[in-house]
Nanobody, 115 residues
Framework: QVQLVESGGGLVQAGGSLRLSCAAS????????MGWYRQAPGKQRELVAT???????NYSDSVKDRFTISRDNAKNTVYLQMNSLKPEDTAVYYC?????????WGLGTRVTVSS
């Protein structure tokens, strides 16, 4: 079992920034993939940014050049720095940890971007 706790969401004006954190209950070095997804109202959950097991990263085209994923292995924490936020970034952001056949999710943190 892996527990994931997200934090850092909130209300921000368009053009602003937020930093999300995801603290894992076990080493993030053991994950096959770990990162962030989001779900906007009425839409499916989508990938935002993730680390692969080899340390490479994937970003959604919609956030590339605005969002940056980073990690602190000592703290078992992954971050998502979100800059130049847009109203369309409004969603619940979920942390995900994949290991072998298992996929773990946090409860999410809400991000609201006002225009």
């Amino acid at each position: 079992q892996v527990q994931l706790v997200e934090s850092g969401g909130g209300l921000v004006q368009a053009g602003g920034s937020l930093r999300l954190s995801c603290a894992a209950s076990r080493s993030i070095n053991g994950a096959n993939a770990m990162g962030w997804y989001r779900q906007a109202p009425g839409k499916q959950r989508e990938l935002v940014a993730t680390y692969n097991g080899d340390g490479s990263t994937n970003y959604s085209d919609s956030v590339k050049d605005r969002f940056t994923i980073s990690r602190d292995n000592a703290k078992n924490t992954v971050y998502l720095q979100m800059n130049s936020l847009k109203p369309e970034d409004t969603a619940v952001y979920y942390c995900n940890y994949k290991v072998m056949l298992y996929s773990y999710w946090g409860l999410g943190t809400r991000v609201t971007v006002s225009s």
